[in-house]
């Protein structure tokens, strides 16, 4: 799908195939949305993209395929490669898909098999930091009510006198 950008400045260097959006940065392309103070673009001979935006924090937001459900992630830098669908998040980043949160120094997201991968970059745990994960628990379907239970014991019961 077509890439679509808007920013306050943009560099656009045709030999070099790279692109340098800065000032309130936003691509869209498909479901995917990206915020940023700055966004570079490089284009890969094949015509695949390799975006790196940079902010406090950057952002993306991206549909989830065949769900109404959004998985949203913020970092200090954010890089989208086109080709493998991978965002990754780095500083202290954070993602969320529905109600579940992961957060660490590094996240990478695989929006083709929907895959997350959180950890600490080397060098900058203190052993206290870590990476931490919120896990929802699954909404399961609701157990009848009892008083429709019990009116259905009744009906099935003989009628007579009471």
Same mark, same amino acid.
């Given at each position: 799908q077509p890439m679509r950008l808007e920013a306050n400045q943009?560099?656009?260097?045709? *030999?070099?195939?790279i692109s340098t959006f800065s000032g309130n940065v936003s691509l869209t392309q498909g479901t995917l949305n990206i915020q940023a103070? &700055?966004? %570079? %673009?490089? =284009? =890969?001979?094949?015509?695949a993209k390799l975006g &790196?935006?940079?902010?406090?924090? *950057?952002?993306?937001r991206q549909k989830r395929e065949g769900s109404d459900e959004n998985v949203e992630g913020?970092? =200090?830098?954010?890089t989208y490669d086109t080709r493998s669908e991978t965002v990754e998040l780095f500083g202290g980043a954070r993602m969320k898909r529905g109600a579940d949160e992961v957060s660490g120094e590094h996240i990478t997201y695989n929006?083709?098999? #929907?895959?997350f991968q959180a950890r600490n970059l080397p060098g900058t745990a203190t052993g206290k930091e870590r990476v931490r %994960?919120?896990?929802?628990?699954?909404?399961?379907? *609701?157990?009848?009510?009892?008083? *429709? #239970?019990?009116?259905t014991l009744e009906s099935s019961q003989p009628a007579g006198p009471r």
């Open positions: 943009v560099n656009i260097d045709d *030999a070099r195939q103070d &700055t966004l %570079v %673009v490089v =284009e =890969e001979a094949d015509g &790196t935006a940079t902010g406090r924090p *950057a952002s993306f913020y970092g =200090e830098r954010i929006s083709r098999t #929907e895959i %994960v919120i896990i929802q628990p699954r909404k399961e379907a *609701a157990p009848a009510a009892p008083e *429709a #239970e019990s009116r």
